[in-house]
C-alpha cells in the first residue's frame, strides 16, 4: 500500500492485531502481532485449514512476545522504517516493515520517535 493512500490518524489508534501511534514529528509507528503478522503468531495455513484462520483473526484478545513494525509519514512518498531503525540500531534493517521486534527494541524506537524533532 502506498504511504500516501494511508488515512490520517490521530495520537492512538487500534487496528487489526496491533496498533498505530502518531508521534508530534508526524511520524506514525504500527506496531502489529497478528496471525498474518512477522512475529511468534505467523501462521501458514493450507486450503483445507483456512477455517482456522478466520478462527484466529476474530479472536478477541492477541497477545506476543514480539512484533512487527513499521514507520511512516502521511504524503511523504515512502516508508520512514528504514531511517528509523537505522537511527536508532546503526543496521539496515533490509524491509519496509521489521519483523520480530522486541519489547527492549520497541521501547527503543518508541524513545527516538518521541524525541524526533
Known amino acids: 500500500m502506498s504511504v500516501d493512500m494511508l488515512p490520517e490518524k490521530k495520537s492512538f489508534q487500534s487496528c487489526y492485531k496491533g496498533f498505530w501511534l502518531k508521534f508530534p514529528c508526524g511520524l506514525t509507528l504500527s506496531t502489529q502481532f497478528g496471525v498474518t503478522n512477522y512475529c511468534e503468531n505467523a501462521q501458514m495455513f493450507s486450503g483445507a485449514e483456512i477455517h482456522k484462520l478466520k478462527e484466529l483473526l476474530d479472536a478477541e484478545v492477541t497477545e506476543s512476545s514480539d ?9 511523504c ?15 539496515d534493517p533490509g524491509d519496509d516493515v521489521v519483523g520480530h521486534v522486541t519489547m527492549k527494541d520497541w521501547l527503543k524506537v518508541v524513545a527516538y520517535l518521541t524525541n524526533l524533532k
Open 77 to 91: 512518498g515512502h516508508w520512514q522504517t528504514k531511517e528509523v531503525w537505522k537511527a536508532v540500531f546503526g543496521t
Open 67 to 75: 512484533c512487527e513494525i513499521a514507520v511512516f509519514k502521511k504524503n
